[in-house]
């Protein structure tokens, strides 16, 4: 087959591996307007059941991509003068540009033309000349832009506002902060990816970024409001720019991801909030998923349908958990009260991927003190039994229990 992937970025440097080593005489080209070296952003973080997905695709890849990771297991979450740690949850870190790097050396090594410095302007050119077409370039797509009617794509931006920015904090765990100030309440996702650099993204609504001036910041008025903000989370570590700007998120969906020999990866195709994993976790899922299909099937119209089916549940299903994630962020300001222990545990259950029975797995101590916590501040209070309110922020194991009985729990949010 002659293919050509439009954007490279992990999806379609690793679509140009799996395609070669699966016959190296697929002429496989990537075209990037960009080095590969000239990255957005910082760290990329893999759970553990991620990789091992992909140690089964490509063990080679992943060999090279894992002897660059950090791992680790905890979550920690800061909240009103306390440090709630839960542990088990298994991530890797690694940095973007060390991610790009390992995979450009497969490519280079497997016969995978890429071609740096290419700034496509239009699509069609390509999707005649070659049996099939990728777009894999990203969030601003233009390949989704140029077959919008057949793509059907849809936007939802939401409110608040966050940036990306890195630091030399070595932070030992997935790190939550929240913290007030004068403005309104400011939130962190704080992970190290490699030894000495972690990845520092500050979150706040609309209003609390607007009362503190940021509307008008430059990058660097960013770093250093933040860095003052920060300054005793940071422990003296200064804090780092890349195209740092304060942005919405933007939830992307398209009603079909292919169009004739056309089709889209990763940002191109479906976005998820950043508060429940990483896009290119779901980019390079979707290589995986697609080089498969064009594998098993014998036409690449049957491989894209084959790929979109085994693809959207699974996208789409990430995407409802995102939902619910990203408007737990929207909303914190309605959870501060709440007790540390119940705090946290309410963030860490916030998407429903995570259950009370599957935490207690994870971290079964940490569950314990939930149950202790729960036992002794809880009391049972009769409702109307045809009406009873929701009972919020309650662990799922004694929400069925008090849902079974018709009562509910209190202190309620």
């Not at 020999?261 to 979707?286: C, P």
Request: net charge negative.
């Amino acid at each position: 087959m002659k293919i050509v992937a439009i954007g490279g970025g992990p999806a379609a440097l690793y679509f140009g591996i799996l395609m070669k080593e699966a016959d190296p005489a697929h002429e496989m080209t990537i075209l990037e307007r960009n080095r590969l070296d000239d990255t957005f952003g910082f760290g990329v973080v893999f759970s553990d059941a991620t990789q091992n997905n992909l140690a089964a695709a490509d063990p080679a890849t992943y060999d090279a991509m894992a002897r660059e990771f950090f791992h680790w297991d905890d979550i920690s979450i800061h909240h009103r003068g306390h440090v709630i740690r839960s542990g088990g949850h298994g991530f890797s870190g690694i940095s973007r540009r060390k991610l790009l790097s390992v995979l450009g050396q497969r490519c280079a090594a497997l016969g995978v033309c890429v071609e740096v410095g290419k700034d496509v302007k239009d699509v069609e050119v390509y999707r005649q000349r070659a049996d099939l077409v990728v777009g894999a370039d990203g969030f601003n797509s233009t390949v989704r832009e140029r077959y919008a009617e057949h793509f059907q794509p849809s936007f939802d931006e939401r409110p608040n506002r966050f940036v990306w920015l890195g630091t030399t904090c070595p932070f030992p765990a997935f790190t939550f902060y929240f913290k007030r100030d004068a403005h309104g309440l400011w939130r962190v996702h704080a992970y190290q990816y490699e030894p000495g650099h972690s990845t520092f993204i500050v979150e706040a609504t609309e209003s609390t970024w607007r009362s503190a001036g940021l509307d008008q910041a430059t990058e660097d008025d960013t770093v250093a409001f933040c860095e003052a903000l920060f300054k005793e989370e940071l422990q003296g570590h200064r804090l780092l720019k890349n195209r740092s700007l304060w942005r919405n998120f933007v939830t992307i969906k398209n009603g079909r991801w292919s169009h004739g020999n056309v089709v889209l990866l990763g940002d191109a195709a479906h976005t998820a909030h950043f508060s429940v994993g990483s896009g290119t976790k779901l980019a390079i899922e979707d290589a995986i998923a697609l080089a498969g299909a064009l594998r098993r099937e014998h036409d690449v119209p049957a491989a894209l349908a084959a790929y979109e089916a085994e693809r959207r549940p699974a996208v789409e299903s990430l995407q409802r958990a995102a939902q619910v994630s990203l408007q737990w962020f929207e909303d914190t300001e309605r959870y501060m009260s709440l007790d540390p222990l119940q705090f946290a545990f309410n963030l860490l259950t916030r998407s429903l991927r995570i259950t009370h029975d599957n935490l207690r797995i994870r971290d079964p101590q940490f569950v314990k003190a939930v149950d202790r916590w729960f036992a002794r501040t809880a009391e049972v209070v009769e409702v109307d039994e045809e009406n009873p309110p929701p009972p919020m922020f309650v662990p799922f194991k004694l929400r069925d229990m008090v849902l079974r009985n018709r009562v509910v729990v209190s202190p309620m949010c």
